[in-house]
Every structure is written in structure tokens, then in C-alpha cells.
């Protein structure tokens, strides 16, 4: 990842131009380290985002859309108090750091004119977005407070005074000189490249693999053994001037399977061989580019681990609870006994001194004896009605446990179909549908919310077979009911593993005949989207939506279907 010094130069030179004199109108929290700012200037309007998400900080102008929570975090409600209806005064790098400071000018309650800066470190996991009075350099608050516990060299907490992150000894490329560079090489002793990481602040390793390449062709040289000061310098400025200009060629580097691995503002020539390159007209739509091909996975990842525990935790529950009801159920069945010694000892009444402990009478269904156990406090009358009251008492529980072992393998049911769901979430907003869902069933609490929450909307995935038909395919149990039920007429075809959990797959006719290669294509979405993704020979089940009902009172996605066939295919991602 080179989200670096010369990335960071190159983003702030956009940001100059498109955002120096424009108005912060409005400010958002989409997630707990992340600030989109919509910036209105002239005609134009932009949206910023600020991200301190340790696997992917940034900062650029953004196209996205993003899902706000209901209520805005407390950080996001200080920005707005702050910061919504300044003016932006000039976006600036700290040094040649990954350090970017937005400072603006505002009135505060008296109407009087204040100026107060943002602070965006963009440092990794120690990334963090700061708000700061420009008077006093005091800390009104961070997206992330540190604490003496959690650092004793540098906190950031609110009425602290700012300062910048340590130089670790490494000096600014701006304004920089031969000598200054030479004398700064020297001190590290490590070879080139890595000198240049070391002694340099924001060269990337990729930067500084690069800068040495073009050093040694201007130079001629085989090796950087011997490379002067004044070509690495001349390269380094060649770079500092291309941006300046904005004469770059960002670009994301991928591998053959399509991975990112890298992305610069700038072009890296070692990697144009081995990589594919994908350019971009500016360098902040490279870094969103690179973070959202790298960083959504892992963003849904996080999103959806404390979820996955929940949703395990309840299956055990009711796996454990399912193995005691069928304990239960091997114990009541064995009932019969009971019966069998209350028509016996019936039957054999005048044979039962008064306060035995037992007897043994003749069991007339088979011509052999048989010993009964008697509790001497009650008569022989009575020791007679306990073991019928007994054997009524199993009969009743074999019936009440029998039902509760078939809602207990529903639930089970269900809440493997919601770990499917949960663990194949392509983004972090079907992660969010998926608590919605279990909150709804009562497996999660409501979160404290103000104000309306407005329920998502079903977006199920589109896909389209060879054929030309389109097949849509349900993210979570409650958009498998509205796909199937709502949006899908009689005459299309519903598909869905058979007896494992997975996603309701609707190939849409619209009064055509599909042939067998789009029967076979939407099958193998239904298998890829479910829990048999990684299997071969995955039963299928299809058949029309007319045949596909919903039982009543029946858990979100739980359907029962007639008439139906099975096709066996092997899991195919759909493009």
C-alpha cells in the first residue's frame, strides 16, 4: 500500500483546487472512523472523505454513496457544531508527511469570526481525525482519543495542545538539497532504496525503488551502488514538479487475478511488466479505487465477526437444546413399561400384601413372571393408578417434546441459512440487513436509536444468462420473500439447494421459454450462493413460483415447494 508522502502531495494539490473558498454544508459519520464532509463551492458541490480505518486511511474526494446511521455518533455531532458553514481557507501538508490540515474560518455564538483547523494523520492504524483551535492549538476532540494508557509518548485528548507526529529523524523532500540528501543518506547505512524510506519522510518503498530506477538511467548506471545526490534529486523534483502541475499518471496495479496490489499517483515502471495496470485520471480516484477492491472485504469482515459469534452462539443453544429433547424423547418412548405394570398389578390385586415393597405376578401376555416395584406407603390400588399416571405423564411428553424438537429444527434451520447469509455478505451494508433480520426475530436487541429508522430496501443481486434471461438472487431470509413473493410472477422459475441453506434464485421467463444452458447458469448461482459453494455436484432444486408457498406463521425465508426437479451442478461465481 503506498498511500505515502508524494500520494499524499498529490491529493492535497486537488484538494487545493477544488475546495480552497468552497463552504462545509453538511457532515456525515457513515462508520465509527470515517467523516464524509459535502463541501459547496461556486456551482460545485464535492464530497471529502476522511478515513482513520486502520486497514485503509485516506483522504479524497469521493463519488460514493454512503448509508448514514440513524442517529449521528457523538464525533459527528461536534464537526457539525464546529465545523458546518465554515469556509475552507487552504488544504496543506504538514511537511512532506502523510499529514493534511484543513484549516477554516467560521463565527462562533457572539458572531464572532474564529478559525479552526482539521487535522487528518494518515498513519496506519495510528491514523486519526483531529479538530483543533487555531488560536490556542488546543484539541476540542478526535475520531480516536488516546489515552496515557494507550501511548505515553503522544495523546490526543480534548484541551491538550496539538502537536504534530514525531519525525522519527527523517527530513522533509520539500526545499530539499543535494547535500542535504547525501549527508542524510549517509547517517542511515542501509543500501539505497531503503536509505531513502529512512532519511526521507512519506517515500514509500515503491517510491523509492522507482526513484532509483529513473536515477540510475539519467545517470547510466547498472547498479545504485554508485548513484549521485544530485540524479536522485533531479528524479525527486521531476516527481514534486508533476504534481505540482497535475501532469501525473495515477494508476492501480493488478494481478492476474485481478488483486490490487499497489497504486501510485505517480507511474511505477517496476511494476508496469510484472502487473496490469489500470489508470485513473487523478490520484484520490486511484486510492479509492485500490481501498475498495482491497479494503471492502475486509471492512465486511470486521462488520460481521461479532455477528457470526451471536448467530454460532444461538445455534448452539438450540443444536444443545435438540440433543437433550431427543434424550427426552428416547426416555418417554420407553413408557410402555409403565403401562404394562399398572394392567398387571390391576390384575393381580389380591396377590399384594398391604405395604410390600414389591411383587412378582404373572404377565398373561406372554405366560412368564415379572417383578414390580410398590412404594409401601400407598395401597395396591393406588401403587397400580401411579404407574398409569406415569405412563400418561411420558405419552403427553412425547407429544409436547415432538413439537418442540420440530420448532427447535426449524430455528436450527434458519439460523444456518442467516450464518450463510452472514459469512457470504459481499458489503458491509448486507451485513447491516442481516442484524436488522435477526433483531426482527428477536435474537439481537434493538439498538437505542432517535428519530424513524427507515427499513432498506430489498436490492437483490441481478445477473443475466447467456440466454439473455435475468436472474435475481436474494441477499438475506427477508429478501428471499419479497423476491419470491413480491417481485417474481407465477410462470418464473424458483431455484434453491437442495436441503442446504442458501440464497432464493428467480430466473425471470417473462413469457419465454428458457432453455437448459440458463437452467444450468441460474442452478449454479443458487449453488454459489449458499452454504455448498465450495462442493461439487450440488443438488438443485427448481420449479415455478406458482408451486412455492409460504407456511404460516413460517420464519423469514422459509418456504415449502411441490412438484419440483433437481439438477446437480458445481458452484460457478456469477460475472
Known amino acids: 500500500m503506498a498511500y505515502d508522502g508524494l500520494v499524499t502531495g498529490a491529493v492535497v494539490r486537488r484538494l487545493q483546487e477544488a475546495l480552497i473558498g468552497g463552504r462545509i454544508e453538511k457532515v456525515y459519520q457513515p462508520e465509527k472512523d470515517e467523516i464524509v464532509l459535502l463541501v459547496h463551492r ?19 474526494l469521493t463519488e460514493e454513496s454512503w448509508e448514514n446511521p440513524a442517529a449521528p455518533p457523538a464525533f459527528c455531532m ?22 493534511v490540515e484543513i484549516p477554516v474560518s467560521t463565527a462562533d455564538e457572539m458572531g464572532y469570526s474564529v478559525s479552526r483547523r482539521l487535522v487528518m494523520e494518515i498513519m496506519g492504524k495510528h491514523s486519526n481525525l483531529i479538530a483543533v483551535e ?24 480534548p484541551g491538550l495542545v496539538y502537536e504534530y507526529p514525531p519525525a522519527q529523524g527523517k527530513i522533509s523532500f520539500y526545499g530539499l538539497t ?16 531503503e536509505s531513502l524510506v529512512a532519511a526521507l519522510q512519506g517515500i514509500s518503498p515503491g517510491a523509492a525503488e522507482e526513484i532509483c530506477i529513473r536515477a540510475a538511467m539519467k545517470q547510466g548506471a547498472t547498479d545504485y551502488e554508485n548513484l549521485a545526490p544530485e540524479a536522485i534529486l533531479a528524479v525527486l523534483e521531476g516527481f514534486l514538479k508533476a504534481i505540482q502541475d497535475q501532469n501525473l499518471s495515477p494508476a492501480v496495479y493488478l494481478d492476474t487475478q485481478g488483486t490490487p496490489k499497489d497504486f501510485h499517483a505517480l507511474p511505477l515502471s517496476h511494476l508496469e511488466n510484472a502487473l496490469t495496470v489500470l489508470p485513473f485520471p487523478e490520484a484520490g480516484a486511484a486510492a479509492e479505487a485500490f481501498f475498495k477492491m482491497k479494503g471492502g472485504a475486509d471492512r465486511t469482515k470486521q462488520k460481521s465477526n461479532d455477528l457470526l459469534k451471536v448467530i454460532r452462539g444461538n445455534l448452539d443453544k438450540q443444536t444443545l437444546k435438540k440433543q437433550r429433547l431427543l434424550e427426552d424423547l428416547r426416555q418417554a418412548e420407553d413408557s410402555d413399561i409403565y403401562r404394562l405394570c399398572g394392567e398387571l398389578l390391576t390384575a393381580a390385586l389380591h396377590m399384594v400384601p398391604a405395604g410390600a415393597e414389591k411383587v412378582t405376578v404373572p404377565n398373561y401376555y406372554d405366560g412368564s413372571t415379572m417383578e414390580i416395584a410398590l412404594d ?27 413439537l418442540q424438537l420440530e420448532e427447535t429444527e426449524e430455528a436450527i434451520t434458519y439460523l444456518e441459512s442467516v450464518l450463510t447469509f452472514a459469512e457470504q455478505a459481499p458489503t458491509p451494508e448486507a451485513v447491516e440487513e442481516v442484524r436488522q433480520e435477526l433483531t426482527e426475530g428477536g435474537y439481537l436487541r434493538r439498538r437505542k436509536v432517535t428519530g424513524k429508522v427507515k427499513p432498506a430496501k430489498p436490492r437483490p443481486m441481478e445477473f443475466q444468462t447467456s440466454e439473455g434471461f435475468r436472474v435475481l438472487v436474494g441477499r438475506n431470509n427477508k429478501e428471499n420473500d419479497h423476491l419470491t413473493f413480491k417481485m417474481a410472477e407465477k410462470t418464473d ?22 432453455g437448459e444452458a440458463s437452467l444450468f447458469e441460474a442452478a449454479s448461482m ?24 409460504k407456511p404460516a406463521g413460517a420464519k423469514p425465508g422459509m418456504v415449502i415447494f411441490t412438484d419440483n426437479r433437481t439438477l446437480y451442478v458445481t458452484p460457478k461465481e456469477p460475472k
Open 178 to 193: 543535494a547535500e542535504t540528501l547525501e549527508a542524510a543518506l549517509r547517517q542511515t547505512g542501509k543500501a539505497l532504496p
Open 493 to 514: 422459475i424458483w431455484f434453491h439447494t437442495k436441503d442446504i441453506p442458501g440464497s432464493h434464485v428467480i430466473l425471470f421467463t417473462e413469457k419465454r421459454e428458457p
Open 42 to 60: 461556486g456551482k460545485e458541490k464535492h464530497k471529502l472523505l476522511l478515513s482513520s480505518n486502520g486497514n485503509c486511511p485516506r483522504m479524497h
Open 526 to 549: 443458487a449453488a454459489w450462493f449458499s452454504k455448498g459453494r465450495s462442493s461439487e455436484n450440488v443438488p438443485v432444486d427448481y420449479v415455478r413460483v406458482r408451486h412455492v408457498k
Open 78 to 99: 461536534l464537526l457539525r457544531k464546529y465545523f458546518q458553514g465554515s469556509r475552507i481557507e487552504d488544504v496543506r501538508q504538514a511537511g512532506s508527511d502523510r499529514v
Open 134 to 157: 487555531e488560536e490556542s492549538g488546543k484539541i476540542i476532540d478526535s475520531i480516536k482519543r488516546i489515552t496515557p494508557e494507550m501511548s505515553r509518548l503522544r495523546q490526543i485528548l
Open 376 to 402: 409401601p406407603r400407598f395401597t395396591p390400588p393406588q401403587n397400580a393408578q401411579r404407574y398409569y399416571k406415569k405412563y400418561a405423564k411420558a405419552r403427553t411428553a412425547i407429544r409436547e417434546k415432538k
